[in-house]
């Protein structure tokens, strides 16, 4: 059932209600005043009598054939009875209703089946003090008539009732039109899909409220609509902020970071740890809590009060890290922490890069003059001693081939990442692929290699750039970490598209003052340690460059147990 129907049967039930209770209370006024009117009539006939009584006349003077007239005392007696029949049965008539209100009120009036005579009798009595007077007139036809309460007032409720329809059609009409649009909007609200176009509501008061309510839903879709577009906006900024960003609870719990924050966090903490909510547990961050415990609930509210900002550098093995705490309004804070060696390092890294070139490309196209001019200008060598010549030039040719290509790699790299080929590389089985070639190596050095990856671990990148990081890592292992090492790389977490991995290994380390500048182009730990290895001094800032291309950050530092430790991220 419609609400509009609803709506006029209510009326429509009301108003008859209120109609029938109405005609049945203007009957009832009517009938009493008919009543009153009768009793007055009647009063006027006992004031005579009682006159005439008092001064001892007869008081048949002024009855007349069709009323009765009855005297009585104090006691009940009758000491007069208009009607000859009603003298024939005498009783105490202090028991009449009539008789009995008088006495107690000075006058009243009764419509009843008259005891004596046996026929129905308008009675009214009045107290004269020692006496009453009692008139009555037969309740027949003619007064029943008379008493009979007019029919007006109906007829003109009948004739409203129509009219009253056809008012509470409009109304209902009205309101049934304002309620509908109500409901459609509430059903439009739950579905998700409100038509603001075809929901009309009508020119009335509850129609102008919902209306009302119509536009403040659309702006408030509005809003929510803004404020779902700032926070994907705030997600992809914190996705592709280059700095690591956090935001914590006024409890210190983590909101919302980005995969740098993490990465960075474990590169200042000694262990690895997924949880951020623990860093607070850290004298590293010691001054992050500092700061807050000095905060008051009045700077908290100002956002542009002098110490709503706080920074630090924190030194982290090869990297140093500014850290900047922003506290917002209502408690909560914001941590970033940036990389601020790395804009040092791009700095001087143009600078070195020709010198460093060309120094390394000396040392192999000298040695190989020399090896040739020696074997041109000396025709008397033995066939043995021109081997060691040649062998030593092919030595160096390779090396010198070696440093092109690795040149030509990190310079395509960093100047045009774009045109490298990418496809889906999965890094367990290219782990396993790398562990197969260098394994003839690491056994001639007595060292293990292992690898901790998940099946599933894949990457949308460069196949060669990423067989470059863990072949250059691996390698490097071999060379510098000792007879007996072990290497591990581990992927430790997969969270936001980004995978963190571990790459250890348990040999000599590097000692501290060195370790900022193990990413460096041709950079030694000790002169003359790559040229003897084999190596191009080339090979670690491959892995940084490859690292950085596939979206991700790596770090360096030494291990509590021996051994340099690698952290770096892959975006997938």
Known sequence: MKYRTKLLLNFTAVFVVFAVVLMVFQHHREVVYREQLMAARLRSYADIVAVQHRAGGDSALVATPEMRTTIITRTGQVVYESDSLALLAPSNHNSRPEVRQAWQKGESYDVRQSETVKRPYFYFAKNYGNFQVRVALPYDEDVRDYMRPENIFTIFVLLLFPVVIVLLLYLSDRFGKAIAGLRQFIESANRGLIDYDHIHFPKTELGDIGSAILEKYRQLEDSNRIIAMERERLALHFLYFEGGIAIFSPERRKLLANATFLQYVNTILEAPTPNLDHIWETETFRPVIDFLNTRTPSTQMDLGAVGSVFRYTIQAGSANFAVQVLVYGEGSFEV????????????????????????????????????????????????????????????????????????????????????????????????????????????????????????????????????????????????????????????????????????????????????????????RVSEGRTREAGGTGLGLSIVRNAVHMHGGTISVRNRKGGGLEFLFTLHE
Do not use: W
Request: aromatic content about 8%; charged content about 25%; hydrophobic content about 35%.
């Open 336 to 523: 970033t922490l940036t990389d601020v060696t790395q804009a040092e390092k791009t700095r001087t890294l143009k600078q070195q890069m020709s010198n460093n070139i060309t120094h390394e490309l000396r040392t192999p196209v000298s040695s190989i003059r020399g090896y040739l001019e020696t074997l041109l200008t000396g025709p008397t060598l033995s066939p043995d001693r021109q081997r060691v010549f040649l062998e030593r030039t092919y030595a160096q040719a390779v090396r010198l081939s070696d440093l092109i290509r690795d040149v030509a790699l990190i310079s395509k790299a960093e100047e045009a990442p774009d045109t490298l080929p990418r496809e889906l590389v999965n890094l367990s089985d290219l782990a396993a692929e790398v562990i197969e070639e260098l394994t003839p190596a690491a056994q001639k050095a007595g060292m293990h290699m292992e690898a901790r990856i998940p099946d599933e671990a894949e990457v949308n990148g460069n196949y060669s750039l990423l067989y470059a990081v863990l072949r250059n890592l691996m390698e490097n292992s071999i060379r510098y970490a000792g007879q007996g090492a072990e290497m591990v790389i581990e992927c430790y977490r997969h969270e936001s598209a980004t995978l963190f991995f571990r790459y250890y290994d348990t040999g000599v380390g590097v000692p501290e003052q060195h370790l900022p500048r193990l990413f460096e182009r041709f950079y």
